[in-house]
């Protein structure tokens, strides 16, 4: 048994539990055909994302020691966040290695892949546009 919220051509809404997807709609009760509606969303109950990667603990202190049941804890959550960024891969951030992330790279650092040149000059700059001598340039 299904729940559907149902419409009559007169406008009449009403709900009835049908046995599958593929039954016929019931009639309404003023005798009008009816026509499926969208179930309204529901806010109960909302998905979480869960505890990110940058929130798991790094230290020996942040799983109390290797306390078993806090490590199997972290290990259960992260299993679970993986799959997760596996069927959604924009929940996964920027996952290349940082390759340097101290001095003009402090506030962003450079990734594996960023193009060196560009990121150099944006980071010191604050722009990527580099200077290109002028077209008939002395030489
Ligand atoms: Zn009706």
Redesign the pocket.
């Known amino acids: 048994m299904i729940l559907y919220d149902l419409r009559?051509t007169?406008g009449?809404r009403f709900e009835a539990g049908l046995p599958s997807m593929f039954a016929d709609n019931p009639d309404?009760?003023?005798g009008?055909g009816t026509s499926r509606v969208p179930a309204a969303v529901r806010q109960l109950g909302a998905a979480s994302a869960g505890r990110s990667r940058e929130e798991m603990p790094t230290t020996w202190r942040g799983i109390s020691g290797g306390h078993p049941d806090v490590v199997r804890g972290w290990h259960r959550e992260m299993t679970r966040r993986e799959k997760l960024e596996e069927k959604h891969p924009e929940l996964a951030g920027d996952r290349r290695p940082v390759l340097a992330h101290e001095g003009v790279f402090e506030g962003r650092p450079l990734r594996s892949g960023d193009a060196l040149v560009p990121a150099v000059a944006k980071a010191t700059f604050g722009t990527s546009e580099t200077t290109r001598p002028a077209a008939g340039g002395a030489r």
Request: hydrophobic share 30%; charged share 0%.
């Open positions: 009559c007169a009449h309404c009760p003023c009008a």
